[in-house]
């Protein structure tokens, strides 16, 4: 399977832990975002990066929230101290931007369900 | 307000027949147009991405209108496996804005 993958695909936490999860892109794509998405929402933009430079943050990231991609391939999110308002779906997209104009079509991974208790 | 709109529906449509959303975006300088479609629990994925020029896919026609801001698209012979969520996407500075989506529910 060439797809975007992510790990893992479910997580239950007790309030106040940390958690990690994992995104695998399309091994070509230079792109890697990160997105989060709450029943009857489309997904919200948290973050994304260009090879292994993160580039955009988005205000919903707190400052408990922090993305890596430390070498261009796969990225990890790690949400510290969870609250019962980080319950949701995490979703990892990737794309292959090139110089000039481009469409940016994005292709997203299965997500990662995470429930805080 | 919204940078992206849309009606979120649901709208309950008899299989067979054609169906249309819009989607506004309130800034100009967007630059690329998406519809992506998302089932129950599922991940988004890509339907079609939406030209100046408009562009068809089978049954599927997307449109874009840059004087009103708005992307549309059209469903003719719906089909049962059509229902699902619809996302509306706007592109601008390679920030991705994501519709709440358009529930559509085709009826046998």
């Known amino acids: 399977d060439t797809g975007v993958s992510q790990d893992p695909r479910h997580k239950i936490t007790k309030r106040g832990q940390n958690v990690t999860f994992r995104c695998d892109p399309i091994s070509e794509h230079n792109r890697l975002y990160w997105y989060r998405q709450t029943l009857g929402q489309g997904p919200e933009f948290l973050t994304y990066?260009?090879?292994?430079?993160?580039?955009?943050k988005s205000r919903l990231l707190s400052d408990r929230f922090s993305a890596e991609r430390p070498k261009g391939s796969f990225s990890t999110l790690e949400i510290q101290r969870t609250e019962q308002g980080d319950s949701a779906m995490y979703l990892c997209?990737?794309?292959?931007?090139?110089?000039?104009?481009?469409?940016?079509?994005?292709?997203f991974g299965p997500g990662t369900r995470l429930t805080v208790l | 307000r919204k940078e992206v709109e849309q009606d979120p529906g649901p709208f309950n449509v008899p299989e067979g027949a054609t169906v249309a959303f819009n989607c506004t975006y309130s800034?100009?300088?967007?630059?690329?147009f998406f519809w992506y479609r998302q089932d129950c629990r599922k991940e988004p994925k890509l339907l079609m991405s939406?030209?100046?020029s408009g562009n068809e896919d089978g049954r599927f026609t997307a449109q874009l209108n840059r004087a009103s801001q708005y992307i549309s698209l059209l469903i003719r012979d719906s089909k049962l496996s059509d229902s699902a969520t619809y996302l509306c996407v706007v592109n601008r500075d390679d920030k991705i804005i994501f519709g709440k989506g358009t529930r559509l529910h085709i009826l046998p």
């Open positions: 800034n100009s300088a967007s630059q690329s």
């Open positions: 997209a990737s794309s292959l931007a090139m110089s000039g104009p481009s469409l940016n079509e994005q292709f």
């Open positions: 990066f260009q090879n292994e430079a993160q580039l955009e």
């Open positions: 939406v030209y100046s």
